[in-house]
Nanobody, 118 residues
Framework: QVQLVESGGGLVQAGGSLRLSCVFS????????VGWYRQAPGKQRDLVAG???????NYADSVKGRFTLSRDNAKNTVYLQMNSLKPEDTAVYHC????????????WGQGTQVTVSS
């Protein structure tokens, strides 16, 4: 059974920091990409940061220079370090894993709430 479990969200003041973690298990196929997405109320789910199989990392323009994605393969964990948080970063943050092969499998975690107060 595949599981992605996010943690680390919470309430923080603007300018503060949080570190999100996503621990995954049960994935037997090779992983293509791992990413963090976020969804604010009434808005679509958008990519925040993603890492591909070759180690390339992409960030949304809105978080460049403030957020850092990292991965610990030994712990099956992906992190999102979020610094200089802004109220507009408030959203539910979800971890996503896409596997290689056909059919492509896309797994999601349940999400963790991040709230940034002004």
């Amino acid at each position: 059974q595949v599981q992605l479990v996010e943690s680390g969200g919470g309430l923080v003041q603007a300018g503060g920091s949080l570190r999100l973690s996503c621990v995954f298990s049960g994935i037997t196929r090779s992983i293509s990409t791992v990413g963090w997405y976020r969804q604010a109320p009434g808005k679509q789910r958008d990519l925040v940061a993603g890492i591909t199989g070759d180690g390339s990392i992409n960030y949304a323009d809105s978080v460049k220079g403030r957020f850092t994605l990292s991965r610990d393969n030994a712990k099956n964990t992906v992190y999102l370090q979020m610094n200089s948080l802004k109220p507009e970063d408030t959203a539910v943050y979800h971890c996503s894993i896409v596997t290689r092969g056909r059919p492509v499998q896309n797994y999601w975690g349940q999400g963790t709430q991040v709230t940034v107060s002004s």
